[in-house]
C-alpha cells in the first residue's frame, strides 16, 4: 500500500551508503525477495503483480534491510 518503504544499508567499501524503495502511489507496494547467486530484490509491484521499479543487491555486501510498512490509515490511500 502507498507508503509501504524498504531501506537498504549496503557496504560501499570505505564507507556505508543507503538506498529506499517507496511505493509511491496507491494500490502499490513493495516486495523483498531472494534470488538465486545470492541476490535480493526489492521492487515496487503494482496491484497486478507488475514490478515497477526494481533494486537488486549482492546479499553479501547488505548490512542492514529495514521494512518499514504503511500504517494503514484511510487517508494515505
Keep these: 500500500m502507498k507508503g509501504d518503504k524498504v531501506e537498504i544499508v549496503i557496504d560501499a567499501g570505505d564507507s556505508s551508503r543507503t538506498y529506499e524503495v517507496v511505493a509511491t502511489k496507491a494500490g502499490r507496494r513493495v516486495e523483498v525477495s531472494n534470488r538465486r547467486g545470492g541476490v ?38
Design 40 to 77: 535480493v530484490e526489492v521492487s515496487e509491484v503494482t496491484r497486478s503483480g507488475t514490478a515497477v521499479r526494481t533494486a537488486r543487491f549482492m546479499s553479501s555486501r547488505i548490512l542492514a534491510l529495514v521494512e518499514h510498512p504503511a500504517d494503514g490509515r484511510p487517508d494515505q490511500i
